[in-house]
């Protein structure tokens, strides 16, 4: 029997799984308890009051609000040249906790997110364990698959279900936004991959209600923020094709270059959906990309009572959609969806001999080169495994892990059962509103989103409403509550964004608190 080779003397045995497990049983003690604190205060939402828990502050399970001069004293984050340990770990961990929003209270209806879940706490464990990179399939085999099927299985519900469609993860909906934008032009104008826009006058078009991403990647690209053109919408916040149509031409009149339309499906403030059909026509007239901004909303195609907002989606040549927001899967999660990779692949790819050796698939790909090596048919998107000749990232996380394990866990069936509940939630509220003379609903009902829009005891005078709004939403904090607001034609209105766990005595509830800062307010 050969023995194994002796240890050099001064190395020591390597104990990092148990470094692992004690302080993944340290930091489980106090995130456990967090989590838990937000379930025993859905309890009493109904009140329209949390419960009251000691700190520096007024403070509930949502969160100890403090303005930043005064959290900085109170969570005095030290960075020591000799280690803390453990000790010095925990400590700032606990109040880490403290002292940020507990998203996973009912009262957090802020944002167009909520918390995660059960499955999403292990996802994102996974990925750290795992640590690895996803540009290139050597060193993230297992997520690469994990990747590619998560992808090209959404983009088959989306009507993408030719061979080469699929899609990639992206960093955000703003990402998957941009990156449309790259795809786009140097798809259609592939001369400015390498010389640029060479004094041209590119142009795009997206709703007057669109997403700020499209104006940022334009400053980004280089085409200006004024290259972007707001198109006029309707009465419920949806772009109007005719006015579409009219841009384009004036675009094209005035000497510049149309190449790409963004219509959205569930707009920031109001969750409107764009004419999708009526959009990709006037695409289909000037020979523009027509791209789908659906990071809010996009998830909807899982809901057979409600994906008919997206009618005609299948005629986009790109679609965003964020699973972190519908979905509850942990930040970030984003995906670009496109009906052909290899249009992708050659917008996007740059040699890079140190990082790309070969996208063929060891085992098929090249058997089928030998088979036919003078073939000139273009590579069929399941040979690019290097994602990132896809992307502008070079570092790329494994994101798309979590979709798949929620997927997994929860099953297509399971996302239509929450995203159903939570639109009961916002027409439950809407109704809530509708049916209370001191406020006054701004929104449709039932909503297009899961948003619900309204005011508070309306003025006349929209710097009053302002006034009021921004002075409940912030008195709304200490009593477990946290919305925004946004500014409309007669002043700033509460924006209130329900999720799945919404129940309705969280709904009373706020409406309830609302009414309670409301009464004494003077304007």
């Not at 896809?390 to 866990?409: E, H, N, V």
């Amino acid at each position: 029997m050969t023995s194994l080779p002796s240890r050099p003397a001064e190395e020591k045995p390597l104990a990092r799984a148990d470094e692992v497990d004690d302080l993944l049983n340290s930091i489980q003690k106090l995130i456990i308890p967090f989590i838990r604190s937000a379930d025993e205060d859905a309890a009493i939402k109904h009140t329209g009051h949390g419960l009251a828990i000691e700190g520096q502050g007024p403070r509930t399970a949502l969160v100890e609000h403090h303005p930043p001069n005064k959290l900085k004293s109170l969570f005095d984050v030290q960075l020591p040249d000799a280690s803390q340990g453990k000790t010095g770990l925990l400590e700032i961990v606990e109040k880490l906790l403290k002292y940020s929003v507990n998203t996973w209270d009912q009262g957090f209806m802020d944002k167009l997110y909520a918390s995660t879940n059960a499955v999403g706490v292990v996802s994102e464990l996974l990925l750290a364990v795992l640590n690895t990179n996803l540009h290139v399939y050597q060193v993230s085999p297992a997520l690469t698959i994990v990747e590619k099927t998560s992808s090209k299985a959404l983009a088959n519900l989306f009507g993408f279900t030719g061979a080469h469609g699929g899609g990639i993860s992206q960093p955000g909906g703003s990402a998957s936004n941009a990156t449309s934008i790259a795809i786009a032009r140097n798809t259609l104008h592939p001369e400015t991959k390498t010389d640029g826009i060479n004094g041209r006058r590119f142009t795009l078009f997206t709703s007057a209600h669109g997403h700020y991403s499209l104006e940022k990647a334009a400053q980004m690209f280089g085409f200006g923020s004024s290259a972007v053109i707001g198109v006029a919408v309707d009465k419920q916040g949806r772009m109007l094709p005719s006015a579409l149509d009219e841009a384009i031409q004036k675009s094209k009149d005035a000497g510049e270059v149309p190449f790409y339309v963004n219509a959205t499906a569930g707009t920031t403030v109001l969750g409107s959906y764009d004419p999708i059909s009526a959009i990709a026509d006037v695409c289909q007239k000037h020979k523009l990309w027509l791209h789908i901004d659906g990071s809010w909303g996009g998830p909807v195609i899982f809901s057979s009572a409600q994906k008919h907002k997206l009618a005609g989606i299948e005629r986009a040549d790109s679609i965003g959609v964020t699973p972190h927001k519908m979905l509850s899967v942990p930040m970030t999660c984003s995906f670009l969806l496109g009906k052909d990779m290899r249009q992708f692949q050659k917008a996007m790819t740059l040699p890079a001999g140190y990082l790309f050796h070969s996208n063929e698939d060891e085992d098929d790909s090249i058997a089928d080169t030998t088979a036919n090596p003078v073939s000139s048919e273009p590579r069929p998107e399941a040979e690019i495994w290097d994602l990132a000749d896809l992307t502008p990232q070079c570092g790329r996380r494994g994101d798309a892990l979590k979709l798949a394990l929620s997927w997994i866990y929860y099953g297509s069936s399971g996302f239509e059962a929450s995203i159903d509940a939570a639109f009961s939630a916002a027409s439950t509220l809407a109704s809530l509103v509708s049916s209370n003379p001191k406020f006054t609903l701004v929104s449709e009902n039932p909503p297009p989103c899961w948003q619900v829009c309204f005011y508070y005891n309306k003025q006349e005078d929209a710097e009053k409403n302002s006034k009021i709004t921004e002075t409940i939403t912030r008195a709304l904090i200490p009593m477990g509550f946290m919305v925004d607001y946004a500014p409309g034609e007669h002043g700033k209105f509460f924006r209130v964004v329900v999720n799945p766990a919404t129940r309705k005595g969280t709904l009373e509830g706020l409406i309830k608190a609302i009414e309670e800062v409301g009464q004494d307010l003077k304007v």
